[in-house]
């Protein structure tokens, strides 16, 4: 009776350990979720690191993981590249949205010799593109500063993502 009263403390030891830790894998996967989101890679690598070590068989921790390092085979995080690409002198005036998102791609590969691919995805209508002007003169300034520059003076949200930027208009309540 003994013996089986061991047998018993030993598996439910074992079992709370695994669900602990478990519950350690979900949690700092979670947290590595959010750093990824939040564009901070680094954290998100670490979190999802002691996600794995925590559950090894954390299906969700191990795809992020996996899109992580491919994202850095890939020659890594979009807006580090573009932050690195310095356009040596940005002019326009009253120029169309639509003409300056054309024109900076074509600016950035030429100052990259070719290694910056900068997709833009607009989330607005062609006719909001067309109508809208911007006008902005800027010397030695990194890729990323002048979309910046570009998106707040058209009122326009900005966000990197790993293959793109994303230019839209912010949602209204309704």
């Known amino acids: 009776m ?7 403390c030993a598996v439910l030891i074992t079992t709370s350990a695994a669900i602990a830790q478990s519950g350690v894998g979900q949690e700092n996967f979670v947290k590595g979720l959010r750093a990824f989101t939040d ?9 999802l690191t002691e ?19 491919m994202q850095e085979r890939a020659g890594g ?13 940005f002019d326009v005036k009253d120029a169309s949205l639509s003409t300056v998102l054309d024109y900076l791609p074509q600016a950035a590969a030429e100052q990259s010799n070719g ?15 067309n109508e809208t002007k911007v006008t902005l003169s800027i010397r030695n300034a990194p890729v990323t500063e002048i979309l910046r520059y570009v998106a707040q003076s058209a009122g326009l949200q900005l966000q990197y993502q790993p293959y793109a930027v994303v230019l839209s208009q912010p949602q209204t309540s309704p």
Do not use: C, W
């Open 77 to 89: 995080d979009l807006e580090q590249r573009a932050t690195a690409v310095i356009i040596p002198s």
């Open 115 to 129: 290694t910056l691919a900068l997709n833009i995805v607009r989330l607005f209508t062609a006719d909001f593109a």
């Open 51 to 69: 996600a794995l070590q925590a559950d090894p068989k954390h299906r969700q921790a191990a795809l992020l993981m996996q899109r992580l390092q």
């Open 2 to 8: 003994r013996r089986l009263f061991l047998v018993l």
């Open 39 to 47: 564009g901070d890679t680094a954290a998100a690598k670490g979190y």
